[in-house]
């Protein structure tokens, strides 16, 4: 079975400094993907980067990058340079295969809650 | 451009009432899927599309039917609303099945 687990409920980071959340994930699929996703307190859904499991490098868009260990099976999300904005629920979803072979949806953990303190 | 849109954002149901929740997007996107988010669980999928007319069931269907006659609209049936219902209701698209989605703006559903 698919799974992804996030195991820090919540997170404080001072303004300015990195922050690294934590993701890790269960397939037996090959080819996969893995995707981090923002939800602010109003509530929208943002996605922020993605991973393909054959990609060769690390995902990179802006301050988020995706430190992408395959063999440990974990995409862990790091924000540089953390802004007051950033204070959100972050989660981390995996590509499902499933539900009589569809593909397509998502697989979601339970996310983690960043505060940054100024 | 309008991306994903979510009708209505807000609604209060009594237990045993029906309603639907209508989701479109402007984007020719084949893939569309409804999502429920509770405290502490993450997303869940209700149900999916893979194309006009198509429709299959995701992790949690129960109590829930959906219909995609136009490619635009996907939209989401509660026939009898029981509380265990009560969430926050995502729809979401994509180009395919290997793209992670875009989200609409979310409906808060209360079933009192």
């Known amino acids: 079975a698919q799974k992804i687990t996030q195991t820090q409920p919540g997170m404080f980071v001072q303004e300015k400094e990195a922050v690294t959340l934590d993701c890790t994930y269960d397939?037996?699929?090959?080819?996969?993907?893995l995707f981090w996703y923002k939800q602010p307190s109003s509530g929208e859904m943002i996605f922020l980067i993605y991973q393909g499991s054959y990609d060769q490098q690390n995902a990179t868009e802006g301050r988020y990058s995706l430190n992408f260990q395959k063999a440990r099976k974990s995409a862990n999300l790091v924000i540089s340079a953390s802004q007051l904005g950033d204070s959100a629920m972050y989660f981390c979803a995996m590509r499902g295969r499933g539900y009589g072979g569809s593909q397509g949806n998502l697989i979601f953990g339970k996310g983690t809650k960043l505060s940054v303190k100024p | 451009n309008a991306g994903v849109t979510q009708t209505p954002k807000f609604r209060v149901l009594k237990t045993g009432q029906s309603m639907t929740l209508l989701c479109a997007q402007d984007?020719?996107?084949?893939?569309m899927y409804w999502y429920r988010q509770d405290p502490g669980m993450g997303l869940r999928l209700i149900h999916y599309?893979?194309?006009?007319?198509?429709?299959a069931k995701g992790e949690v269907p129960d109590g829930y039917n959906v219909s995609r006659l136009k490619k635009q609209n996907f939209l989401l049936g509660l026939e009898s609303a029981a509380p265990s219902q009560t969430s926050v209701y995502f729809c979401?698209?994509?180009?395919?099945?290997?793209?992670?989605?875009?989200f609409g703006p979310g409906t808060r559903l209360t079933v009192l």
């Open positions: 599309s893979v194309g006009e007319g198509t429709t």
């Open positions: 979401a698209s994509s180009w395919s099945g290997t793209t992670g989605g875009y």
């Open positions: 397939t037996s699929d090959p080819s996969y993907g």
């Open positions: 984007m020719n996107h084949e893939y």
